[in-house]
């Protein structure tokens, strides 16, 4: 018999692999995710935990998992465990445009002047006709 956790653990495991798919995940990434997400709700059904499921499945294989797979797994627990979605760039670096780092008063002119020239020019015609945005 099914437990409800387990189909929880599948609905969350078929949400993860259609977000990978939405957002321009290779379709190897995207496989590679599946099958790791096949292998990690059929154990929680098995063991009903997933404490110790990275130590079972190198046991399994008689060595340790790669690298990239460890990746994937550790992603996935995260996501099941937290509803953290995996991203390609660090939580914590944000990259800034080069808007961003403008001063005000840079801004203020910019702004002034995309909205003065925006009905006629796009923005990358607006950017190469005046010097200070190039």
Known sequence: MISMVTLNYQA???????YLSGHGYSDHYVSLFRSECERIVDYFSEFGTLDGYLQAYSKKLGTDLPPYRKRVVRVILCYFE????????HPMRRKESNYEMLSDANRCFVDSYMAVSSSRWSFSTARNATPLLA
């Open 12 to 18: 969350k495991a078929d949400t993860l692999l259609g």
């Open 82 to 89: 937290n509803g953290r979605k995996p991203s390609r760039q």
